[in-house]
């Protein structure tokens, strides 16, 4: 199937963290988190060397894919992540994501048809899960053993590494919180560990 | 050989023991020997004592580049069973196991072997088809074991966690009574002692620099005590095997592995058997002076520098203190590592080579420490006949030609 | 005041913070500020552990790590801690504290008189010559020797503490934060890179605490303060007491435990009890200092026998002076500083004794000024006393320290201060695998040649001026983070006389006849067991170590092992340079398993992972089963059921009806390419050119040893487009092998793989209606039999949502899968429940999978396979292409003579001859259960169930050329005596035509 | 400990990142089908295993999923360097070996 769903009912859908809304265990929590729930997520491959490539790309998402490693682009609600030198996340708006992985196909098509792509809807795989708040460094440090201080962890920096004893990919945004790629499978292991290594700066659920 | 009993010591201590002989001599190198044994941690000794135990053939040499029982036998966690899947390998662990039981006597050298019983527990339904199926096997092949469930692991091994709700619960074990640990540097000292007195030369610090050949077969080896001659060389040296095979320009099919153990402060006995849990990695017993012996997996890369990744170590700990609770307030004291020579199927190399008179008795991975007497003795039939005991013949580098692997990876093969 | 040997001012302690607590049994008092240690000996407690061989009474000997002696029980209950060293716990008010060893009392201790009298028998090595007869004895007498182990106790209830981890980052950490490792963090903070400092003690400053000089004109422990208030104040300086850095590890990561609660009370009230820093360095700076060694003579681990700069710490930091009559035993100037400092404390200093000719340096002179007797060239040979010492037996010594000249005398005292010469901490700096070396000009080891980004400064070096330290903290600073530094400290230290390289003093009789001369207390190693171990051939220092128990301590040698080194140099006539020294391992002190654990026990021992239909299924009263991470219903049991009632109703219901299963755990990988064809032609066995879009097919793959690897129906989307399933627990490493051929074989391949396996949620359903389920929910698909077959795949909407449909089966029953967007997926669970309800629609686990697909011979993939199974030995040869060009993976292997044998093991079918019996899996299967052990094993049973549907046990398991044993009779021989037989026969139990998935 | 950099994500990451894949520059034979047993086992089982310079290949499990080459001593496990797939090394045994006595001579 080339096309995913291109209209949701979002009241017949769960999503990864669907189960823990409601957690709340300090007024001044040092951890906040919200899940970006039922964002649409998109694996692409291709090379970033075939410039008709980039250029479909860049003009669906309307903002060039970054090629430097560990860096992302973003533009409005889309943004992508660059995961390795041929592959991005590209999140994008709830619900589009049928219609980009469409618009993407067609781009490159219309640049000639033969580039060797690859994309692949993986929206109902993980989720996007914002970590916010003053406990959110140590939290991370606890929890990753990527270097997340500022100094080596920039606003737009993207890095795949480790989470506890599972893996995410890990965004900083410009106000300084953090965006989680969690993968749906460990979304409980997820949040069992956020609940327990939070727990000594308090943590809500926005 | 002045034998050691009871009343030597007390004989001795009347004179401040200051009368004691040394155990075994410090001889120069000769010029040439039967067979010279390049190796001299436990299963090159056990290699050496039963040529000339057994064999009568006394005119050898062990060639050790640091001092005798240095490598991994000064390393292991002391575990010896014989409960292994494949009737290749059972027969020769067991064999072993057989010259454990005599063999404090035998040397006249006392290497505490305990047998206090070996679990192997299982944390999953396929664990316990690969218990059964070992076990069943151990049982026909005249192997003691049995298969115990939850409450029986719980009444050997009273603290351990034995609730069905944690992450991977103890579904049951296999139990080697036979099996138990002895003191792993009193086996090398034993064997050296006892091969000594044969009037086998144990030359220390003595480093084989190449191992030479004429027309297809070995006439000596180079030192860093000079050429020594023998159209008999054989190697026993765990990790370091592959660097042997690089002399002759051989490869093995081995790679050396850092493989980490740790101890705790001594605390009172709280367990008395050994514990082991290939699921989670975890291998624990407690020493007569009350450490805690803790073994961990080993690390996925290779390494002869004897040590490994702390990960590897925080991995068996978090696992040690699923399965005991109560050893969470216990003190790590010290962490070490060995290098571990291991085969692609987890079973050892006891082997000619494509050179006449050059032997490899290597690839005994995380499981050497409880085959040293089993190892030493086959080997030696090897040596003395050219040819292999029948217990060893399963075991030839011939195997990874023809495809004839014994994989004890296969089905909770536990090989440590 | 009962702290009698508390002095009324001074020290560091806070006298408006009193407080109680006990040692065996008996409550004491003592100050905010005092270890358990400065406690005791204020209260003048003598005695506070027995020896472990020996049981000889034993004081307080240090004042730090290096403690060997004061091993304490710490807490109660489940609190309970042992063996931590009194020196380094922090006093609280009701701390309940006890010695490890001594019955009935530490002070009256019976074992020592076996100690006394049996002492001679026991010698290094005296284990290994005795108790070999009768062999079986040998684990009685393991018993009564067991009784003797281990110093603390553990309590059996769990800990109620929790313990975390961090990892940090940083430019820098300086390790130590006395004097060197205060001036260098300064100064590579100042550079605003990242630094971290870490020091095991309550507060930083080292021997500045307890130091009498200046910096910069205030007072030490002043500057100390000052220090580190400005490095507090250093906002990218991470400053952390009470941490002790315990390994050093390759490049450059360190790992230190920090005590976060420890000092407040027995367990933890918020947060965790310890923190393990996994810290990663640009640069490491060792600034660990040096220890003090103690001097080896007759009797000198009588309690009252100290370290000398232990003492003067006592009485500078904790105001406390250990003694009255205080002789100073030294080699070098240190010792006579603790004389002043006992002078200054009021206490009588009975003489310094040097084992010097000529000593003469600023500290001698300050002494000699202070009118302190000081006896030069003469040695304490012996210490008298039992439960604590009363003199000192001094001699002259020769020049060279050897030899006794002259007559002895005893001076009555109750502290005898030793100052034998300091040893670098150069723990650390092992850890890497650099070993150190000995330079003889200061008779110690420093760290050699290391090839991590490593600094050191201060005492580490060997170099104890405290100007020196000071300067080169500030140089290891500046370079750690590339600047230069001017910055010049003068102390105006006082200038000293060379120290003299003396170890064991000489007794009147040798060594083996002279009392014991104790080398390493905490294992009772004598420098005569040394000489013994040395005298039996056992002459390295790795073997002397071994023999005799030398730094396998607690203490891991701290005090003991230069002496033991040098004592055995001198036995073999070597230099210690020559005899060498053992390498330190981590842990540079005892780290709590707790710590090393962290986390990751309880729930967080391994990531559980879900489906997006778990909450259904552990509603509705599932049992799991542990497959990979994954939990997956095992079976869901109904009120007053047995298990096997369950699996009988689940089956039924799949071959009557229809059951349904969640396969979401199923490895998926989305494979898309032009050379995707290509790709899967060269890692399965069979034939991928040809599959249409909308088919499926069952591939096997093999590892390149031709043994099967994993298995699973790949799907064709369209023509560059597949969608591979994988078993549940090899779904990571099939796509990581995928990843390696394509990666490092076979780049010019156009093909991209992407796991999907999170993406799509499985509904498995299978029997006679499940056709009839999906229609009711499925409009836009022809579901019929004609238009859908058996392996085909189509596109539809199914309950409104947009799914992918898959006729392949795993049951031998008509069986669809639906996969939906698992956001989709419990919604569609629920639905297709509600759609078979009129069906009786029965959910299944992985129990009733097993047995329906060994119904009809199908494999599980490490269940009936275990690496040493070819698609051969498992009768699939059907799945193996013998005409595709290129050598698919594990191909080359099947012709191997032992892989081409025709009498492998082959896996068949096995029927029980009694109907009702189900032979156990993983019995061992004979062809004759009367012959003797060891038998002759033919295979084993994989796969065996009670078979509802056909009224018996079925089986399936290996058996040595089995195909060719078609209807003979084996035997399977039960631990319970009982032996169950079997007919060899095809592994497909049901429907061997294949009618009913093919409907 | 180790801490390597990933040649693709170019940045020098912690071990638990990577998982060890074995040997490098071992390479597939081109027609299995025509070489001897032992040359095949030589393929499959077989490797050099030094104590010192070893070329070998780490996976980036937890990052980029990329395999790439690493040139590392066994012995002190220092890394000399690391290389994408399809390279080949710039430091070998023997490149250090000739560098060794020039070392010495400065």
């Known amino acids: ?34 899940e970006d729930k039922f964002r649409g997520h998109l694996n692409l491959r291709g090379n970033p060397q075939d410039a008709d490539f980039m250029a479909a790309v860049a003009s669906v998402l309307s903002v060039p894919l970054p090629t430097a490693p560990n860096t992302s682009a973003r533009a409005g609600d889309t943004v992508a992540y660059w995961l390795c030198p041929n592959e991005w996340l590209l999140i994008v708006a709830s619900g589009t994501q049928g219609q980009v992985e469409n618009a993407l196909r067609q781009a490159v098509a219309d ?88 727990e000594e700066y308090g943590l809500h659920i926005a | 050989m002045k034998k050691y009993s009871g009343f030597s010591l007390f004989k001795h201590s009347l004179s401040h023991h200051e009368n004691w002989q040394a155990a075994w001599r410090s001889p120069q190198p000769k010029k040439e020997y039967d067979v010279i044994i390049i190796g001299g941690g436990g299963h090159g000794l056990a290699t050496a004592y039963y040529l000339a135990k057994v064999h009568g053939i006394t005119n050898v040499a062990v060639l050790e580049k640091g001092y005798l029982g240095g490598g991994n036998t000064a390393r292991n966690t002391t575990i010896v069973r014989s409960n292994y899947l494949w009737d290749e390998a059972s027969k020769l662990y067991d064999h072993s196991l057989d010259l454990w039981k005599d063999l404090s006597q035998d040397l006249n050298y006392n290497v505490m072997f305990s047998q206090r019983g070996v679990l192997n527990l299982g ?104 050429f020594i001659g023998s159209k008999k060389v054989a190697c026993v040296t765990a990790g370091n095997s592959g660097v042997m095979a690089a002399m002759v320009g051989l490869r093995l099919p081995i790679e050396s ?160 | 005041m009962s702290q009698v040997n508390r002095l009324a001012t001074g020290g560091r302690i806070d006298r408006s913070k009193p407080m109680s607590f006990s040692f065996n049994g008996k409550t004491y008092h003592g100050f905010d500020g005092d270890t358990l240690a400065s406690a005791l000996l204020a209260n003048g407690v003598g005695i506070v552990g027995r020896s472990f061989k020996y049981s000889r009474a034993r004081g307080i000997l240090g004042h730090g790590a290096e403690e060997p002696n004061a091993l304490m029980q710490l807490h109660t209950g489940n609190a309970a801690v042992p063996n931590p060293r009194a020196t380094q716990v922090e006093l609280f008010d009701g701390l309940v504290s006890g010695s490890t060893n001594g019955w009935p009392s530490v002070e009256f201790d019976l074992m020592e008189w076996v100690g006394k009298m049996g002492g001679k028998m026991m010698p290094p090595g005296f284990y290994y010559k005795t108790f070999m007869a009768p062999q079986k004895m040998w684990m009685t007498y393991e018993k009564f020797i067991r009784k003797a182990a281990g110093f603390g106790k553990l309590s059996l209830a769990p800990d109620p503490d929790t313990y975390d981890k961090i990892n940090a980052h940083c430019d820098v950490i300086v390790v130590g934060a006395g004097p060197a490792g205060l001036t260098a963090a300064l100064e590579a903070g100042r550079s605003g890179k990242r630094v971290i400092i870490v020091d095991e003690q309550n507060e930083f400053g080292g021997t500045l605490l307890a130091n009498n000089q200046t910096v910069d004109g205030v007072d030490a422990a002043q500057w100390a303060q000052q220090a580190t208030a400005q490095l507090t104040d250093m906002s990218n300086v991470v400053v952390m007491p009470r941490t002790t850095a315990f390994g050093y590890y390759d490049h450059n990561f360190v790992c230190a435990l920090e005590r976060r609660t420890d000092h407040l009370g027995p367990v933890s009230t918020s947060g965790s009890r310890q923190r393990l820093h996994r810290i990663r360095a640009h640069q490491v700076i060792l600034a660990t200092g040096a220890i003090e060694r103690p001097l080896v003579f007759g009797n000198n681990d009588l309690p009252g026998i100290m370290l000398a700069n232990s003492v003067s710490t006592y009485i500078n930091r904790y105001a406390v002076v250990p003694g009255n009559r205080c002789v100073v035993m030294t080699t070098n100037d240190s010792g006579y500083q603790t004389a002043l400092d006992i002078q200054a404390a009021g206490r009588t200093v009975v003489a310094v004794v040097d084992s010097r000719h000529a000593p003469d340096g600023r500290l001698v002179q300050q002494a000699k000024a202070a009118g302190i007797e000081i006896m030069t060239g003469h040695g ?33 005292c109750d502290l005898i201060a030793v100052a034998g010469g300091w040893s670098p901490v150069v723990h650390l700096s092992c850890h890497t695998g650099s070993r150190p070396v000995w330079q003889e000009d200061i008779a110690g080891f420093v760290p050699g040649p290391s090839i991590q980004n490593q600094h050191l400064a201060g005492a580490i070096t060997g170099d104890y001026k405290l100007s020196q330290a000071l300067n080169a903290g500030v140089q290891a600073g500046a370079a750690a983070v590339g600047v230069e530094s001017a910055h010049v400290f003068d102390c105006g230290d006082e200038s000293e006389g060379a120290a003299q390289a003396l170890y064991l003093i000489p007794h009147t009789k040798p060594v083996s006849r002279a009392p014991k001369q104790f080398v390493d207390f905490q294992n009772d190693v004598t420098a005569a067991g040394i000489e013994l171990a040395a005298r039996e051939g056992f002459q390295s220092i790795e073997h002397v170590k071994r023999y005799t128990a030398m730094g396998f301590g607690t203490d891991q040698g701290k005090t003991g092992n230069v002496n033991g080194m040098a004592i055995v140099a001198k036995t073999l006539n070597k230099s210690i340079a020559e005899t060498g020294t053992t390498i330190f391992r981590p842990a540079y002190t005892p780290v709590t398993f707790g710590a090393l654990g962290g986390r990751d026990v309880g729930v967080l021992l391994d990531p559980a992972r879900h489906t997006a239909m778990h909450p259904w299924h552990v509603a509705n009263g599932a049992k799991f089963e542990n497959v990979g991470q994954w939990k997956r219903p095992w079976y869901f049991p109904q009120q007053g059921e047995t298990m096997q009632q369950t699996l009988n109703r689940e089956c039924l219901a799949v071959r009557n009806s229809v059951g349904i299963l969640d396969a979401s755990t199923l490895g998926k990988i989305d494979i898309q390419g032009k050379d995707a064809r290509e790709f899967l032609n060269r890692v399965y066995t069979n034939a991928w050119s040809k599959l249409a879009p909308g088919k499926c097919r069952y591939g096997l793959m093999l590892k390149e040893d031709g043994m099967i690897f994993d298995d699973g129906v790949t799907a064709c989307l369209s023509d560059q487009h597949f969608l591979m399933t994988t078993t549940s627990g090899g779904a990571a490493a099939v796509l990581g092998w995928l990843e390696l051929w394509h990666q490092t074989e076979w780049p010019e391949l156009e093909v991209y793989f992407t796991s999907v396996t999170d993406q799509w949620a499985t509904c498995s359903f299978a029997g006679p209606n499940s056709r009839k389920v999906l229609e009711k929910l499925c409009t836009d698909v022809d579901l019929s039999a004609e238009a859908m077959k058996f392996m085909d795949y189509r596109e539809g909407t199914v309950a409104g949502i947009k799914a992918r449909i898959f006729r392949i089966s795993f049951t031998g029953e008509l069986s669809f899968e639906v996969n939906v967007p698992a956001d989709q997926g419990h919604y569609m669970w629920q639905k297709l429940m509600e759609a078979g309800e009129e069906f009786g629609i029965t959910p299944y686990g992985t129990e009733s999978m097993h047995v329906l697909r060994a119904e009809k011979g199908f ?115 039960q631990a319970d005596g009982r032996v169950l037989a079997a007919q060899i026969c095809s592994p497909v139990f049901y429907d061997p035509k294949g009618d009913h998935h093919h409907d | 400990m180790h801490h390597i950099y990933c040649p693709y994500c170019e940045e020098t990451r912690e071990e638990e990142e990577y998982s060890y894949t074995g040997e490098a520059h071992i390479e597939r034979p081109k027609d299995p089908a025509a070489i001897s047993d032992e040359a095949w086992a030589d393929y499959l089982f077989f490797r050099s295993n030094p104590r010192g310079i070893h070329h070998e290949m780490w996976y980036h499990a937890a990052g980029c999923r990329r395999y790439f080459n690493v040139t590392r001593n066994t012995q002190s496990y220092q890394i ?14 023997a490149s250090l070996d000739q560098a060794a006595p020039q070392g010495d001579a400065s």
């Open chain 4, 80 to 93: 000399h360097e690391t290389y994408k797939m399809g390279e080949l090394p710039t430091i070998t045994a």
């Open chain 2, 123 to 226: 944390h999953t339904l396929q664990d316990m088809r690969d218990i059964e199926r070992r076990v069943n096997a151990n049982r026909l092949n005249g192997i003691d074991g049995v298969v115990l469930n939850t409450a029986e692991v719980k009444e050997i091994v009273p603290v351990i966690n034995d609730s069905q709700d944690i992450r991977y619960p103890v579904l049951g074990a296999s139990w080697q009574a036979t099996g138990g640990v002895a003191r792993h540097d009193a086996v090398a000292w034993g064997f050296a002692r006892g091969a000594d007195s044969f009037g086998v030369d144990l030359i220390q610090q003595c480093e084989v620099t190449d191992i030479i050949t004429e027309e297809g077969a070995v006439v000596g080896v180079q030192t860093t005590q000079g």
């Open chain 1, 1 to 34: 199937m080339t096309n995913s769903t291109s209209t949701q009912a979002t009241d017949i859908m769960e999503s990864p963290l669907h189960n823990h809304v409601a957690h709340t265990n300090a007024d001044n929590a040092g951890v906040v988190m919200s």
């Open chain 2, 257 to 416: 592995r850092p493989l980490q153990a740790l101890v705790s402060e001594p605390v009172k006995p709280i367990i008395d058997t050994v514990v082991m849990s290939n699921a989670v990695h975890a291998y624990v017993s407690q020493s007569d002076k009350g450490d805690l012996v803790i073994g961990a997996g080993t690390d996925s890369y290779n390494g002869y520098g004897q040590r490994g990744s702390f990960h590897i170590v925080e991995h068996t700990l978090s696992a040690i203190c699923e399965l005991f609770p109560m050893f969470s307030r216990v003190r790590m004291n010290r962490a070490w590592g060995g290098v571990v020579d291991t085969c692609p199927d987890a079973c050892p190399i006891i082997s000619k080579t494509s050179i006449n008179g050059l032997y490899f008795n290597c690839g005994w991975g995380t499981g050497g420490f409880k085959a040293t007497p089993g190892s030493g003795h086959v080997f030696a039939h090897t040596l003395a006949h050219d040819e292999a005991h029948p217990f060893a013949a399963p075991f030839s580098l011939d195997r990874f030609n023809t495809g004839h692997l014994i994989d004890e990876h296969g089905a909770a093969g536990v090989a440590h």
């Open chain 3, 859 to 973: 494999i599980i993939a490490g269940q009936d396979t275990d690496g040493s199974m070819t698609p051969q030995d498992c009768l699939m040869g059907w799945a193996v292409s013998k005409t595709k060009s290129f050598s698919f993976l594990g191909e080359r292997s099947f012709s191997r003579p032992d892989t081409a044998r025709a009498d492998r093991k082959q896996l068949v079918g096995l029927k029980p001859i009694d109907p009702t019996v189900v032979i156990p899996e993983g019995s061992q299967i004979v062809m004759d259960p009367n012959q003797p052990i060891p038998m002759d094993m033919m295979g084993h049973v994989t796969s065996s169930y009670w078979s509802e549907c056909l009224g018996h046990g079925i089986a399936m398991g290996t058996v040595k050329g089995g195909c060719d044993r078609m209807g003979q009779t084996v035997y399977c021989p």
């Open chain 1, 111 to 198: 640049k000639g048809g033969n580039q060797h792509i690859a994309v692949t809807d993986v929206s109902s795989a993980q989720t996007l899960v914002n970590l916010s708040g003053s406990g959110v460094e140590q939290l991370l440090q606890k929890s990753t053993v990527y270097d997340c201080h500022e100094a080596n962890f920039p606003a737009g920096k993207v890095v795949q590494t480790t989470f506890a004893k599972t893996g995410t990919t890990i965004c900083k945004l410009a106000d300084g919180s953090v965006d989680l790629v969690i993968r749906r499978s460990f979304s409980d292991y997820f949040f069992l560990w956020l609940q327990d290594a939070s």
């Open chain 3, 380 to 412: 304490v040979t012996e210490a008298q006393g039992s439960k604590r010492v009363v003199g000192a037996i001094v001699a002259p010594l020769d020049e060279a320290g050897d030899t006794l000249t002259g007559p002895a005398k005893t001076l009555s």
